[in-house]
């Protein structure tokens, strides 16, 4: 037991004198932490909010104790400029917490160097050029058009049925995802899987903040629990990418190309590992699925809750694309209101409303206060989308303010950043606006929405977690808007 005491009152003793040094620098303000929890506490379970809340009483740039890791988190523009722009060099590391990151040698979650920008290189070149995004216009359009059959079919059988959105945009999106990524879409049984498998992530115990924060609770902790829950997880993992992508390795040469062709070139010449192709179509499965899913949900709960901008956006629809052909990805320069729509809902609803955690290489100043070299930066996206010293009535959904100037949301304007900005902007930012604004145009177009509820009882209550769904699935009544005979002509082309 003595031998016990002894490490546990070093390690005490230790947090203990590093508390102190930072609390006599000229780190920024915060809530009071408490001695080896820090703030941990306090937080509610939907992070934003509890910023939000504490920026008001001690400033725009804060500190927050996470444990024994100091955070420092911006929620102004000014501010975010300063750390994705000014001081982007040093603050362009990745804070790896949860285990599921592994050890980053993946794209997301990796410190930015050569392997990163190896990577980053490789994705821009495969997937996210202009041309490879002209190139796969044509596959996109269909999966879309299949999501409006499969909604259509539906409503044929019950048209009184309320429809869960969630569960057509989850399947366009990963079928589309799944496409470009790996050069197919996923069967039925390897989707299912893979949709358990990331649902699963988010309820691993270390997936805990308590744990991912606090280190002295964690090195404890490991004394008395064991991996094995984490071990058979990672292994179902791996089970699912060796059958999904693998095993069929010796088809991609037949197929179009795709990034995991690439990726098993380079696994060939031993100048990637079999866990850094993992990770990396892991990435691209997860990411781009999720955050297209996301924001067409979000869009659509707002839509149903001001049936007005839906009036005007149809009206648009209409004017531009007609009654007798359904939308094209070519339309979308020819339709501003609709784009106007997606801005406005990636600025209220960003999917990843902290991005992801930045960690910094050096001591910086930011604001005029010292960032300490190892601190986390997070840049509170959703505050920012929603400071009234850059938006007039920012909490309405009001798509016309994008209207009256023309507005970067893919990383040049720090007004509204739901892809990043910097180094570690999200490389398929124009891919993600493409599909997001095809799909939901399509959904207008082809259908009128109401709420299967009185519009002020949708729930617009967010899901915790690094991804910002809705909390309850939203559901619509639909009615077709255009003739029976394209539909049925639709039907014939996808069958």
Known sequence: MVLLLIPLATIIITVFM??????????????????????????KPLWTHSFSEWSKTYGPIISVWLGTQLAVVVS??????????????????????????????????????????KLRKLCTLELFSTKSIECFTFMREMEVR??????????????????????????VALNIVSKLVIGKKLE?????????????????????????????????????????????????????????????????????????????????RNELSEETVMGLVWNMLTAGADTTAITIEWAMAEILRNPAVQGKVQHELDSVVGTKRLMYESDIPKLPYLQCIVKESLRLHPPT???????????????????????????????????????????????????????????????VLPFGSGRRVCPAAQLSMNLITLALGNLLHCFSWTSSTPREDIDMLEKPGLVCYMKTPLQGLASSRLSQELYLELYAKID
């Open 18 to 43: 590093l508390y102190q040094r930072r609390w006599r620098s000229n780190i920024p303000p915060g809530p009071p932490p408490r001695f080896l929890i820090g703030n941990l506490n306090q937080l």
């Open 76 to 117: 102004t523009s000014d501010l975010a400029r300063q750390v994705l722009r000014d001081k982007d060099y040093q603050l362009s590391n990745r804070h790896r917490t949860a285990r599921m990151t592994q050890n980053g040698s993946d794209l997301i979650w990796s410190d930015y160097g050569p392997h990163y920008v």
């Open 146 to 171: 299949s999501m409006v059959m499969s909604i259509f079919k539906d409503l044929v059988i019950d048209d009184q049925k309320p429809v869960m959105l969630r569960n057509y945009l989850g399947s």
């Open 188 to 268: 039925p049984k390897e989707g299912k899987e893979f949709k358990s498998i990331v649902e699963k992530e988010t309820r691993l115990p270390g997936a805990m903040k308590l744990l991912d924060h606090a280190l002295w609770l964690k090195r404890v902790s490991s004394w008395f629990t064991s991996d094995k829950v984490f071990l058979k997880h990672m292994a179902r993992r791996r089970h699912w990418f060796r059958q999904a992508v693998m095993d069929q390795e010796e088809e991609y040469g037949e197929r179009e190309k795709c990034l995991v062709h690439s990726l098993l070139v380079l696994k060939q």
């Open 353 to 415: 409303p902290l991005m992801l955690p930045h960690k910094a290489s050096e001591s910086v100043h930011i604001g005029g206060y010292k960032v300490p070299k190892g601190t986390t930066v997070y840049v509170n996206v959703q505050a920012i989308g929603r400071d009234p010293t850059n938006w007039r009535n920012p909490n309405e959904f009001r798509p016309e303010r994008f209207l009256l100037e023309e507005t970067d949301v893919k990383g040049q304007d720090f007004r």
